[in-house]
């Protein structure tokens, strides 16, 4: 079992910038990737980015040269730092971990970008 609680979401304006964190707990040495999706209201979840246990990195087109996905091993969290955020990256944010033959789900946080 593996529990994911993410936290930093909240209102900002457009331009500004959000740090999103993932902190995992419970079988966390058996993660080999860890990602960041979205959810746009009656849309289903896209990947914005994600990490894996090796360091690689990949990013969505939408989101390349504003996010940044990385991690602190010794915290067990993985981070999403968004920057030049436009209102079009307004969504439900979830971090997914993936473990051979499964994947865990954090509960989500809302990032709302308006003036």
């Known amino acids: 079992q593996v529990q994911l609680v993410e936290s930093g979401g909240g209102l900002v304006q457009p331009g500004g910038s959000l740090r999103l964190s993932c902190a995992a707990s419970g079988s966390i040495s058996s993660i080999y990737a860890m990602d960041w999706y979205r959810q746009f209201p009656g849309k289903q979840r896209e990947l914005v980015a994600f990490?894996?246990?090796?360091?690689?990195?990949n990013y969505a087109d939408s989101v390349k040269g504003r996010f940044t996905i990385s991690r602190a091993n010794a915290k067990n969290t993985v981070y999403l730092q968004m920057n030049s955020l436009k209102p079009e990256d307004t969504a439900v944010y979830y971090c997914n971990a993936r473990i051979p033959q499964r994947t865990y789900w954090g509960q989500g946080t809302q990032v709302t970008v308006s003036s």
């Open positions: 990490i894996t246990s090796g360091g690689s990195t």
